[in-house]
């Protein structure tokens, strides 16, 4: 049973910073993309950021040069550091897997199909 746990999640003001977590356990795909997702209460989901098992990365342009991954293949954990937070920040995150997926361009239109269970982000002005 594939699981993600996020963590990390809480309240800054903006120009602060948050790093979230995502865990993954029995996920035994040899091949992998992780996406961190976003998500307003009755909005489609926005692709944030993705990371695959080639070393690929994609960030999407509101967050380029603010927010940074990071893989640790033997803990199964890839975070998300978010620095210079602004208020349109303001999310819940998550994470999700998927078999398939590349980390470049159209990343976050794959089928994801194994998430967790998100964490908020409140940044305030």
């Known amino acids: 049973q594939v699981q993600l746990v996020e963590s990390g999640g809480g309240s800054v003001q903006a120009g602060g910073s948050l790093r979230l977590s995502c865990t993954v356990s029995g996920y035994s795909y040899s091949r992998w993309c992780i996406g961190w997702f976003r998500q307003l209460p009755g909005k489609e989901r926005e692709g944030v950021a993705a990371?695959?098992?080639?070393?690929?990365?994609n960030y999407t342009v509101s967050v380029k040069g603010r927010f940074t991954l990071s893989r640790d293949n033997s803990k199964k954990i890839v975070s998300l550091q978010m620095d210079n937070l602004k208020p349109e920040d303001t999310a819940t995150y998550f994470c999700a897997i998927d078999p398939t997926a590349i980390a470049t361009v159209g990343w976050a239109g794959a089928r994801f199909p194994f998430r967790g269970q998100g964490t908020q982000v409140t940044v305030s002005s």
């Open positions: 990371i695959d098992s080639e070393g690929l990365t």
